[in-house]
């Protein structure tokens, strides 16, 4: 088992609204996340990254995220939000090394962007890149939150092929958010719905 949540929700008090999830990923395996909104599926998301106190535990090949450094952790569960952090003021400052062409390539980004100013990007080129980013340092899970939700379907349909073919290719388990009906139908059968008055179960759907 690649990845797995038992019982993870947020600490008492924290305001988290979501009943204990528990799940299992194989390597290679994409499971689609969805909703109501504010339910609490991006708390859920950030706790799976260890950016967020919660209750119960996430096992990486069988190793407890508390026996992890965090950096450690954050390198092998990559995580991208739905609004992506930039801190420096020129793109490739963000990149840890340069990342494949084809990469950019298959987003339809050109790789002059990497030297651009953060500021003249628009939200859907910030929000490819960070997906890009985010596979640069090679994660064996990764973390998505309605990584499409300000993209045309041209470009969503790409940024799936994408996500599905680095999941297949590096044997990665992918958690991706979305409140789309037929982009979780693209991505696989495996979904799970979080709520508020059930504990949770992956399940096929």
Excluded at 22 to 29: I, P, T
Excluded at 60 to 88: F, H
Aim: hydrophobic share 40%; with cysteine.
């Amino acid at each position: 088992m690649l990845f797995e949540a038992r019982n993870v929700t947020g600490e008492p008090g924290s305001g988290v609204r979501y009943r204990p999830v528990s799940l299992q990923l194989e390597a290679g395996e994409i499971l689609t996340i969805y909703g109501q909104s504010g339910i609490g599926k991006s708390q859920f998301l950030r706790a799976l990254a260890d950016l967020t106190p919660h209750t119960g535990d996430v096992l990486l090949d069988g190793v407890s995220q508390t026996k992890i450094r965090p950096e450690n952790w954050r390198q092998q569960v990559g995580y991208v939000p739905a609004e992506s952090g930039w801190w420096a003021d020129v793109v490739a400052q963000h990149f840890s090394e340069q990342p494949p062409e084809a990469w950019l390539s298959m987003l339809s980004l050109a790789p002059e962007l990497l030297d651009a100013p953060v500021e003249r990007l628009s939200t859907g080129e910030r929000q490819r890149l960070a997906l890009v980013r985010a596979l640069v340092l090679q994660p064996k899970v990764l973390l998505l939150d309605e990584p499409t939700a300000n993209l045309d379907q041209r470009n969503a349909q790409k940024l799936i092929e994408l996500v599905k073919t680095y999941a297949q290719s590096e044997q990665a388990a992918v958690i991706w958010v979305s409140h789309d009906v037929d982009e979780r139908a693209l991505l696989g059968n495996r979904s799970l719905e979080i709520c508020a008055d059930t504990t949770h179960q992956a399940h096929r759907s």
